[in-house]
């Protein structure tokens, strides 16, 4: 499957990022030379172009694209993109801001299948939209369901493991990861766990402490 993301700013720049990383096919269409350069430093396919353009859309794939991602800082340009994606019959994703007023929000979600506030959700999110998924997991926690964040120590059991390879089954999930001092971002599937560094986990209530112990050690439950 081939995805399209219009804009590789930061929001575009990890959810290209964390769809190649799972194994997907991205191209990015970008109007900034340089970053265009970064995405294919990163072994992305990517297009010098404005994305609100169906000739650059055409040369990046549209007709066999599965998605457009329209996650630039131009609203505009995004919902252009996506417009050009309804028309080859694809799944259309469209980044907006806190700023829409609501008629222009209820415009945008006629016509695309999915509205995103990235800011908000993270790129993440934003991908899980892409892919055809809820993006809206905070609305679909339970009563069940807590979130909590975890402190990594020197000697805990996943240090030097990737957030990829941490099945804690259906009792919890790591939703977001920072190094020590640092703000907590969407972790990529690669992002290896070291010492100091806090995960933050949506968790089963009955499965906290031994989740907690899993990962960080016996240490948790004194």
């Known amino acids: ?6 804009g590789y700013g930061r ?3 990890r959810t290209a990022r964390i769809l190649r990383e799972e194994g997907y096919e991205v191209t990015v269409v970008e109007t900034d030379q340089a970053k265009v350069d970064r995405a294919r430093e990163a072994e992305l ?3 010098l172009g404005d994305g ?3 000739s650059v859309l055409a040369e990046a794939g549209l007709a066999g694209a599965v ?10 340009a995004n919902y252009e993109a996506c417009l050009h994606g309804v028309d080859a019959g694809i ?26 506030y990235p800011e908000r959700m993270g790129a993440a999110g934003a991908k899980t939209a892409i892919l055809g998924g809820s993006f809206n997991a905070i609305g679909a926690l339970t009563e069940r369901l807590r979130l909590t964040t975890l402190t990594i120590p020197a000697d805990a ?10 099945d804690l089954g259906d009792r919890a999930r790591i939703y977001a990861h920072g190094p020590a001092g640092e703000p907590l971002t969407i972790p990529l599937p690669g992002t290896t766990i070291d010492p100091d560094d806090r995960i933050a986990l949506v968790v089963d209530r009955g499965a906290v402490d031994a989740v907690t112990t899993e990962l960080i050690g016996a240490q948790a439950s004194g």
């Open 52 to 54: 609100a353009r169906e």
């Open 157 to 166: 059991p996943v240090v030097g493991a990737s957030v990829a390879s941490i």
């Open 91 to 116: 799944r259309t994703v469209m980044r907006v801001t806190d700023d829409v007023n609501d008629r222009i929000y209820a415009e945008y979600a006629e016509a695309v299948d999915e509205v995103v």
């Open 67 to 76: 998605a457009i991602g329209g996650l630039s800082g131009d609203m505009n």
């Open 11 to 13: 929001v575009g720049a």
């Open 1 to 6: 499957m081939t995805f399209i993301i219009v």
């Open 45 to 47: 396919e990517a297009v």
